[in-house]
């Protein structure tokens, strides 16, 4: 494809890493298009060198800045447009591919825990797929607001990883009844919080554990659409609320809000020695020439945190 040209207020980015989404898989698979306007090619993130600027730039950036940029798609490719405000600086002592692994699942986590969550300290928060790159991302968060993270995950080896960044607890679905666990955690009350990727196949167990005046926020259909019984009800009697979220199709303006949020407050804890020091999770690398195989490695669950690809420079 021709190389892109920046428009008016955009940057050009050489890429030098992208990383793997659910979201590529899908799309990959024509179950999901990108938004209108947005590249047909995959890439939800990407790290590298600013190369170009477009007209009427405001000075933020020079040309040869290494920078980490949140896309609507794009990102595997050698170079993507970016609007400027999009466009992240990298924290520093991180590498390109430790970058590339944060827009996505980072500033959803944040959006999801801070602004639409309204996370308190104190409170309690069920992570579900505590092991994803999403989850990696939000027993991270959680912790850091003071909160204490529950997790559940699939595989002994992730609710290790999960224990190990912070969460206080998880529960392996396959082998327990992650709602009792919950229930027996929080002596009875429920969890604060629930961000939930599973969707239908958990409706049930998520509403029973909510705590009076939870939040439950569903970000991901990974267990199906469907729900069959009394979800009103049982929601009605917990006064609780069903916040849904999508990243992907925010318009500019809110994108814009978000990534100025989290530059200001998460970005510079990537840095900070310590141990509130924040850590993006890399499960492997490959190359885009292996790019099927590294579509094969998330679609079979393997990947513990971010699958990252390097593209030929
Ligand atoms: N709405 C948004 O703005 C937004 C933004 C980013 C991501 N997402 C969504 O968030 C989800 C997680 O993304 P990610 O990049 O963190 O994914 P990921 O790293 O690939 O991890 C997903 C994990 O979910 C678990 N899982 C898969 N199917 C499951 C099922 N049916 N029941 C229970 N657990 C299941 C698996 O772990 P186990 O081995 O533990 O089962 C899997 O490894 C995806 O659905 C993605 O599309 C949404």
Redesign the pocket.
Known sequence: VPKPIPGEGEVLLKVAVSAL???DLLQRQGQYHPPPGASSILGLEASGYVSELGPGCQGHWKIGDPAMALLPGGGQAQYVTVPEELLMSIPEGLTLHQAAAIP??WL?SFQLLHLLGNVQAGETVLI??G?????TAAIQLTRMAGAIPLVT???QN?LQMAEKLGAAAGFN?KEQDFCEATLKFTKGAGVNLILD??GG?YWEKNVNCLALDGRWIL?????GEDVSGPLFSKLFYKRGSLIT????NRDKKYKQMLVKAFTEQILPHFSKEGPQRLLPVLDRVYPMAEIQAAHEY?QA?R?VGKIVLELPQ
């Open positions: 989404n659910r979201a996505e699942v959803t579900h797929a092991a994803s790159a999403v989850g995950a699939g595989s992730k679905y990727c599973i196949s970000y991901g259909l990974l267990g979220s999508r990243l992907r998330m669950n990947n």
